[in-house]
Structures are given as structure tokens and as C-alpha cells.
């Protein structure tokens, strides 16, 4: 089946908002096997929306729109898709009911044009909402599909994995499944070359690399005419991809970002870990402390942005700041056992660096970052050179602080023969 996106407001076109909607709906849909040719975006403008709609509903099996469900007099999505389907509105009664006792939940006045909402196109299934006032649209006519989905991403996300993914998964002819094995230490032109034969050579199943910061993502595709063979047939390449991949694979879990992965394995080693940053000034300790679970190992996260505090805190040696500066491999180790000293931890990561724009030099340019962890008496150091703005290096650093500090679990962390 293929399936078309497009995304309503103007919102959108002025760039007032990030369109995270549609990188959820595209990777959904392909994870649900559907083809996706297009996606659009479009004003709250009904002329441009219904020729845009039309457009799409010669030329794909599955509709998707977002947005343009709320209230007001420029809400006009339901409408349009209602004419362009044929199909007259009609007051949902469940709907009606589901508004008025959301809004007096919120301790809001109903005013007469929250009922709008309550309007859907004859016929239709509709897609109740307990996240927000507007209920979603799904017309079927003729062999297309048209599925209206509200705009807001807490209301939006769950509406489609509830009711939508599982109706258009039984739509489809084959059982279409993936499994995601992540990589991190590894840029996306390098595994695409350790696996290009693989590539070259697949039909059913597919494998496809994504790059994300500091990570390469590997998903595996297979179609089978039942669920259990499509598993049968991604079995031999994901144990392939773990075979050539080796510890560069941390999970094959799509949910469990490197930040888990790292706590889960702080925690199975039974180590503590501290933090140490100065370029990125607190994002590390930031990313851990979003594990849940994670004050189980967590002990103490130190942003020293200066040299004073890298000396007073850390026990940074004025010798080394002044010799070989703050942004050097000898600092950078200075920090990490010093983090680790100070809260008594058995590992600790630590970051400094240029990120920019400025105070870079010839020797030592914007993005240059060094990073070194301590674990178990022993330490590992390395140097980073990344391009892109501020906010892009300090990602950078931070994912690869993650992936040091997991690359330093699994060659000390079982050491047992130091203590503080």
C-alpha cells in the first residue's frame, strides 16, 4: 500500500514550529511497511488544502493529515476533507459528550464553537480522543482511505498507535516487521562499508542505515506472509550485523536509547560514575539523569567551565592549564580522575572543548574536543574534531562521552583490584 502525508498550518510554513509530526508518521508508516512517494505541507488556507487533497487521493491508497482539527474559523481540515470525500457533518453525540467533560476536567468555559468539534463527516469511524478535544477522522470510499489526525504531538502520537497503526497493519496483505540494532563509536559511511555487501545484495529482507547524532542506526526489514517468518528471516542478519559489528552494537531494542544502554551496563557492573564537563556544561550528567533508575549509579556531575573550578573542584594542576591549556588531552585526563576522586566514584567522564563560534585558533580550531574517562584505575583519552554550530558540537561531545564511558565499562569495569 502506499500512503501520502500531508501536514496543515500555516504555522508549519512559517517555521514557527518544528514539523515532528511528520518524521513520526514517515517512520511509523515504514515501520507498517507502506510505501511512502509524499509529503506536503499546506497553509490553513481550504482552496490549497482541497486541491492538495484531491491530488492525493487519486494517487494513494492511504491519506494522512495532521492538524487543522481545533475550533477555530481557520480549523477547516474536517470540512475540506468532508467535501473532497463527499460526505455531509453530523454531530457526534459521544464526541459532543467527550468535549464538555474535558473542558470542565480543565476548568474551561464551553464556549458555542468548541461544539464544531463535535462535527464529523456521515459514516466515518471516529477516533476518540482522551488526550485533548479534538477526535480524529477515518472515511473510507472507493478503495482510498482518508485518516484525519489531530495537530498537538501528545495527542497525535497516541491516536495513531492505538487506533490507527493496528487498523492499517490489518489492511495490509504481507506481515511487514523491522529490528533495529543501534551502533554508536562508528560514523554511517564506515558500517555502511562493513556491510556493503550485504546491501548489495538483499532483496527480502532490506537493511537500511540511519545516521543520528553520534550514532548509526540499522534497521531490518523482512515481508513474510505470517509474523513468526518475518522474525525467522531477520534472525541470520541481525546475528550477521552482531558478528561484524562486534561491541559497537549496544541494543536492538528501537526504545533503549545509548544513555540507558550505558546505565544498564553501570548498573550490571555494579560502578558509580560521576561526570566532569566544561564545554558542554551539564548536557552529559542531563542525558543521564533521564534514565530512570539511574540514581542507582549516578553519584555527582561537576560543570567547570573555568579554569578555577576545574582546579578547586576537580584538581586540575595550574602547571597543566598553563602549559598545555584547558582544552588538551592532559586536562581532559586531570578532570576525569579528579571527578571520579572527588565523588568517590568508580568511573568518571569528562568533557572540554572549543564548540564555538568563537575562540578557536589555527592550532586549536573550533570544535575540537577532547574527552577521557576513568574506570577502575585506568583511563582513556581521545581526541574530537566536529564541525557545525554550538549546539551541534556539544551533542556531538555529549554522545561521544557516552560512548567512551561504555567503551571503558567493557574493558575495566571489572577490574577488582582497585580502590580508592
Given at each position: 500500500m502506499t500512503v501520502e502525508?500531508?501536514?496543515?498550518?500555516?504555522?508549519?510554513?512559517?517555521?514557527?514550529?518544528?514539523?515532528?509530526?511528520?518524521?513520526?508518521?514517515?517512520?511509523?508508516?515504514?515501520?507498517?511497511?507502506?510505501?511512502?512517494?509524499?509529503?506536503?505541507?499546506?497553509?490553513?488556507?481550504?482552496?490549497?488544502l482541497e486541491g492538495l487533497l484531491r491530488e492525493a487521493v487519486g494517487r494513494s491508497d492511504v491519506v494522512l493529515l495532521s492538524g487543522g482539527l481545533g475550533p477555530t474559523e481557520d480549523d477547516l481540515t474536517k470540512e475540506t476533507a468532508a467535501k473532497v470525500m463527499g460526505k455531509p457533518l453530523v454531530e457526534d453525540a459521544r464526541a459532543r459528550a467527550e468535549i464538555e467533560r474535558t473542558l470542565a476536567?480543565?476548568?474551561?468555559?464551553?464556549?458555542?464553537?468548541?461544539?464544531?468539534?463535535?462535527?464529523?463527516?456521515?459514516?466515518?469511524?471516529?477516533?476518540?480522543?482522551?488526550?485533548?478535544?479534538?477526535?480524529?477522522?477515518?472515511?473510507?470510499?472507493?478503495?482510498?482511505?482518508?485518516?484525519?489526525?489531530?495537530?498537538?504531538?501528545?495527542e497525535l502520537i497516541p491516536m495513531f498507535e492505538d487506533q490507527v497503526a493496528p487498523y492499517l497493519e490489518k489492511k495490509q496483505p504481507q506481515a511487514i516487521r523491522?529490528?533495529?540494532?543501534?551502533?554508536?563509536?562508528?560514523?554511517?559511511?564506515?558500517a555502511e562499508t562493513r556491510i556493503l555487501d550485504l546491501i548489495?545484495?538483499?532483496?527480502?529482507?532490506t537493511i537500511a542505515p540511519y545516521a543520528k547524532t553520534g550514532e548509526v542506526h540499522l534497521r531490518i526489514t523482512a515481508r513474510a506472509e505470517e509474523e513468526s517468518r518475518a522474525y525467522e528471516m531477520i534472525r541470520p542478519v541481525e546475528e550477521e550485523l552482531r558478528r561484524r559489528f562486534g561491541d559497537l552494537a549496544y541494543t536492538d531494542d528501537p526504545n533503549v536509547?545509548?544513555?540507558?544502554?550505558?546505565?544498564?551496563?553501570?548498573?550490571?557492573?555494579?560502578?558509580?560514575?560521576?561526570?566532569?564537563?566544561?564545554?558542554?556544561?551539564?548536557?552529559?550528567?542531563?542525558?543521564?539523569?533521564?534514565?530512570?533508575?539511574?540514581?542507582?549509579?549516578?553519584?555527582?556531575?561537576?560543570?567547570?567551565?573555568?579554569?578555577?573550578?576545574?582546579e578547586k573542584l576537580l584538581g586540575v594542576s595550574a602547571e597543566s592549564l598553563k602549559e598545555h591549556?584547558?582544552?588538551?588531552?592532559?586536562?581532559?585526563?586531570?578532570?576525569?580522575?579528579?571527578?571520579?576522586?572527588?565523588?568517590?566514584?568508580?568511573?568518571?567522564?569528562?568533557?572540554?572543548?572549543?564548540?564555538?563560534?568563537?575562540?578557536?585558533?589555527?592550532?586549536?580550531?573550533?570544535?575540537?574536543?577532547?574527552?577521557?574517562?576513568?574506570?577502575?584505575?585506568?583511563?582513556?583519552?581521545?581526541?574530537?574534531?566536529?564541525?557545525g554550530n554550538r549546539g551541534k558540537v556539544r551533542e556531538y561531545a555529549v554522545a561521544s562521552a557516552l560512548t567512551l564511558l561504555r567503551k571503558a565499562i567493557l574493558e575495566y569495569g571489572r577490574r577488582t583490584d582497585v580502590e580508592w
Open positions: 502525508l500531508i501536514c496543515v498550518g500555516t504555522e508549519l510554513l512559517l517555521g514557527n514550529i518544528v514539523n515532528t509530526n511528520a518524521a513520526f508518521l514517515a517512520e511509523k508508516c515504514a515501520q507498517l511497511g507502506l510505501s511512502m512517494y509524499y509529503q506536503s505541507v499546506v497553509g490553513d488556507n481550504p482552496g490549497r476536567k480543565l476548568g474551561r468555559d464551553i464556549t458555542e464553537n468548541n461544539w464544531k468539534q463535535a462535527l464529523v463527516p456521515e459514516g466515518c469511524k471516529v477516533l476518540y480522543n482522551p488526550n485533548g478535544t479534538a477526535p480524529g477522522i477515518l472515511m473510507e470510499e472507493e478503495g482510498t482511505c482518508v485518516i484525519l489526525l489531530p495537530g498537538p504531538p501528545n523491522s529490528k533495529m540494532v543501534k551502533l554508536c563509536g562508528i560514523g554511517e559511511s564506515a548489495d545484495a538483499q532483496k527480502n529482507p536509547t545509548l544513555e540507558q544502554a550505558v546505565v544498564e551496563m553501570l548498573k550490571a557492573h555494579g560502578l558509580t560514575v560521576a561526570t566532569a564537563e566544561s564545554c558542554t556544561g551539564g548536557l552529559l550528567a542531563g542525558r543521564l539523569v533521564n534514565v530512570p533508575g539511574v540514581s542507582d549509579c549516578f553519584k555527582e556531575g561537576y560543570v567547570t567551565y573555568s579554569n578555577q573550578a576545574k591549556g584547558a582544552v588538551s588531552p592532559q586536562v581532559a585526563e586531570e578532570m576525569a580522575v579528579g571527578g571520579a576522586k572527588a565523588a568517590g566514584a568508580d568511573a568518571c567522564v569528562a568533557v572540554t572543548g572549543i564548540a564555538g563560534p568563537d575562540g578557536g585558533t589555527a592550532e586549536k580550531p573550533v570544535g575540537l574536543v577532547y574527552l577521557s574517562c576513568f574506570c577502575k584505575g585506568k583511563v582513556l583519552t581521545v581526541k574530537k574534531q566536529y564541525t
